[in-house]
């Protein structure tokens, strides 16, 4: 049957223009590697089950992995202060500091912008704490824990906040608790680590042509948000410790934590139902899915999407953008498992879309609403700073709006809705972010 999977991939990846490609499954504990194509269109290296790629926010679950490893060991709680542990730390709402909770940061919830520059020129030790050190400069968009917004400063707070607690550096803190004990040798952070392995370089098409892109993954302060180079091999470790609790050594955390982190804690916008420490929860049909993605500024993209009621767990790794990902793991549900999305429902349109055109600021882009006919048009602009970087746009999202200010794709799958905060702010809730109209 993974002769099917992988005549996908083969043409999956020529059709999408992705130049390479690496699976893994996890299937009632056997493990089954697939790839295609090259790492790099200009060095032409095959990719392998040991070729790193950048895996992006999939980092997130790594970082939260760590922190409830210290949470098992008594360093700390969920619901602890965060200025506790942290008496330096600055935000621009003293009174938000003074609510914050470690489990806002774990579940995209303390409500500071969460997307922000990093100093790509800093890879010296104190990257992270001097990233930090200007979290009073970042607006206070709402109460810690009254909506859920995708948050990378909010994870990076907390990768910081382990480091200090463990008196580590980040790196090594999370190579000892987590990368070691489940024999994740080929996972790293440093680009000087990576260069001595087989590494996928990002691509972004140009004229039709994959081009490999001059950037590098995320600068040091990202790290804990989404700075991991990993092989799918590893990720096969990682998923296996996350779906049935086995590792090489001994486990990062026990098998209660382990699950409390795939349980929600808050709830959030579509195309999700919850988020848990930190994974992203849904249902595809009646099946329960945790998961997490990763995309490097749609030069490198990840996929990690476990099953656990059904002993299944997928990984994908590309080193360019495309949908092959998502595409790939939906072939595993439908083939391995049987499980297809349930069918949408009828929905009633809403009387005025026109009341929700407009600009919503995510600070690294905009997205800009326009109506076409009866469709709404979301466009992300992305920063002129990116954009004279090299960075791809972002793709553009059609969808109706419905009444209940759901907006649905053409399958009829809610991919963001439209909100107004007790404070009268109106919100566009998609990709995860709650931006505010402007």
């Known amino acids: 049957m993974l002769d099917a999977l992988q005549e996908l991939l083969d043409d999956g990846a020529r059709e999408m223009n992705v130049p390479g490609v690496a699976v893994g499954i996890v299937d009632r504990g056997t493990e089954h590697v697939l790839t295609t194509g090259v790492a790099s269109t200009a060095a032409g290296a095959p990719v392998t089950a040991d070729t790193l790629f950048a895996i992006g926010s999939t980092s997130k679950t790594v970082t939260a992995t760590a922190a409830m490893r210290l949470i098992e060991q008594g360093a700390f709680g969920l619901d602890t202060r965060v ?13 938000a500091l003074d609510q914050l909770l470690v489990r806002h940061l774990l579940t995209h919830s303390g409500g500071f912008l969460g997307d922000i520059d990093d100093d790509a020129e800093d890879w010296g030790p104190d990257a992270l704490r001097k990233s930090i050190a200007r979290f009073g400069e970042l607006p206070q968009l709402f109460p810690p824990g009254a909506i859920a917004s995708y948050s990378n400063s909010g994870l990076r707070l907390l990768g910081h906040l382990c480091a200090v607690v463990a008196g580590r550096g980040f790196e090594e803190l999370i190579t000892e608790s987590v990368l070691a004990p489940l024999g994740m040798t080929d996972s790293v952070y440093f680009p000087w680590e990576a260069i001595t392995r087989p590494v996928a370089t990002g691509h972004v098409v140009v004229d039709g042509v994959a081009t490999p892109a001059p950037v590098w993954g995320l600068a040091r302060d990202l790290a804990p948000e989404g700075g991991l180079l990993s092989s799918v091999r590893d990720q096969l470790r990682y998923a296996r410790f996350h779906l049935r609790g086995e590792a090489e050594g001994s486990a990062p955390i026990g098998d209660e934590t382990r699950r409390t982190m795939q349980r929600a804690h808050i709830e959030v916008g579509p195309p999700l139902e919850g988020i848990g420490l930190p994974w992203l929860l849904t249902h595809v049909g009646d099946a329960r899915v945790v998961r997490h993605g990763g995309n490097i500024s749609n030069l490198q993209l990840s996929e990690m999407v476990l099953l656990p009621d059904h002993d299944l767990a997928v990984t994908v790794l590309t080193n360019g953008a495309s949908g092959l990902g998502p595409q790939v793991v939906s072939w595993c549900l439908e083939n391995l498992r049987g499980i297809r999305p349930a069918p949408a429902d ?52 059609r969808a109706t709006l419905g009444a209940d200010l759901l907006l649905r794709d053409p399958d009829g799958r809610a991919v963001g809705r439209f909100l107004t905060a007790a404070d009268g702010t109106e919100f566009l809730h998609m990709g995860l972010r709650a931006a505010p109209r402007i």
């Open 83 to 95: 200025a506790e542990l942290l008496p330096d730390l600055r935000l621009a709402d003293a009174e």
């Open 346 to 397: 009828d929905v009633e349109p809403h009387p005025s879309p026109d009341d929700v055109l407009g600009r919503y600021d995510v600070n690294l882009w905009q997205n800009v609403v326009t109506r076409e006919q009866d469709e709404i048009v979301i466009t992300p602009e992305l920063r002129q700073d990116l954009i004279d970087l090299g960075l791809p746009s972002l793709p553009t999202v």
